[in-house]
């Protein structure tokens, strides 16, 4: 399949933008505006396209483990405050987890330990003690992109900002930050148009004409571990879904296989099985998490995962079914599920089994409101749910034989 980076870059992007909302510890479009700051300097080194191209994808991924440190931070903290978790070694462990995860990454150049040291100071201050140019360039960069839109506010650009930035930097040079990159700054910070597009920055358009556009020829099998890495960050939102996705394509193997479907069709279900909720990132925690019934309020809020699913997957070119499978997994055969309503004639036997699946793994897990069901007892639910149908009869007597 011919994957466009550009675009499953600017997807992912998009849905981890969704979670980090939550954290509060930066603007909404930080790893945005951070890989724009990165994409300006590098032009002033004189990266070669690929290095650029890579430089974005870090930049915009960069705090990919921040989702899965800071859910672990308010499982045994007290104080639960964001200002206490930036003080944390937790802190530091969304950078180790943040490199881990990227590990498959379809990267266009063999740079190492980016998003590892990208907290690191010139110095030799930062979290992992590395100095000068210990520091990977590449990372001092979104070192410094990130400083500038974490410590001042890039989306109100007042008259005395830029004095203020000035003054802030000048006081931090080889201190944070070399003199190499307080120059690149200054040539930066001499144009009007760089403050004007950091203040009004536009999503869709200020990072597509930094970058060239790359497409790569990837199998089916190799962008299936692609996902693996979105499908751990997913399921690390709520300790009460630590392993749902990953679960959800391990038992949607199984079925493919028990079904006897072709190569192709096996890899996309599963595929779908891990991006399936990958809209649930945009969920409250307190909804995930919540031991009660839910309000028509929050049951509102969560269905929108599901539409949200389908809107960042529906951008990828070539990903209609995977798109339509994923999204579908609350879909009901007599047309009252969500998010489009379709109804049995419009819903295949992909679609069913991964909802039918997805509705088999929530009963067998913990769930804030109750414990996990045995195989048994799920089955029974099962059957009186979706027995109603021959598409779904077929797929729960599966269920109850295979598993």
Not at 76 to 91: I, L, M, Q
Request: with cysteine; proline share 2%.
């Amino acid at each position: 399949m011919l994957l466009s980076l550009n675009k499953f870059l600017f997807s992912v992007s998009f849905a981890l933008d969704l979670a980090e909302k939550e954290i509060s510890c930066s603007s909404e479009i930080h790893s945005k505006r951070v890989a724009f700051i990165s994409l300006k300097i590098a032009e002033i080194f004189n990266l070669d396209p690929k290095e650029r191209f890579d430089l974005c994808s870090y930049s915009l991924l960069h705090d990919n483990g921040l989702i899965e440190t800071y859910i672990d931070y308010l499982e045994v903290s007290k104080e639960k405050s964001n200002s206490s978790f930036y003080k944390t070694k937790d802190y530091k462990n969304h950078c180790i987890i943040g490199e881990k995860n990227i590990k498959t990454f379809p990267f266009l150049t063999s740079h190492k330990d980016i998003i590892l040291y990208h907290h690191e100071h010139w110095d030799g201050t930062g979290y992992f003690k590395k100095k000068g140019n210990e520091i990977p360039l590449l990372s001092q960069i979104i070192s410094f992109a990130d400083l500038l839109d974490t410590t001042f506010d890039l989306s109100n650009i007042i008259y005395n900002t830029k004095s203020d930035i000035d003054d802030f930097l000048k006081q931090h040079i080889n201190k944070l930050f070399s003199q190499d990159m307080y120059n690149a700054y200054e040539i930066l910070s001499n144009s009007f148009i760089f403050w004007g597009d950091l203040e009004f920055f536009d999503t869709s358009t200020s990072l597509n004409s930094l970058i060239p556009e790359y497409n790569m020829d990837v199998s089916l099998s190799e962008f299936l571990e692609i996902t693996k890495i979105f499908s751990k960050i997913i399921d690390s939102k709520s300790k009460f879904t630590a392993k749902h996705s990953s679960d959800l394509e391990d038992k949607a193997l199984t079925l493919v296989n028990y079904f006897n479907l072709d190569e192709d069709k096996k890899l996309k279900i599963q595929i779908a099985a891990n991006l399936h909720d990958i809209g649930k990132l945009a969920t409250p925690r307190h909804i995930l998490d919540k031991e009660g019934s839910l309000t028509k309020e929050e049951f509102f809020e969560i269905k929108k995962h599901a539409y949200l699913t389908h809107h960042i997957l529906s951008k990828l070119d070539g990903f209609y079914e995977i798109s339509k499978w994923a999204s579908a997994h609350h879909e009901k055969p007599d047309g009252s599920g969500y998010p489009f309503g379709l109804n049995c004639e419009e819903l295949g036997f992909e679609e069913r089994m991964i909802s039918c699946l997805d509705f088999y793994q929530a009963l067998v897990e913990d769930r804030p409101y109750r414990k996990s069901m045995s195989h048994e007892d799920a089955i029974v639910i099962l059957k009186t749910h979706l027995n109603e149908f021959d598409i779904d009869k077929e797929i729960v007597l599966a269920i109850e034989n295979v598993f």
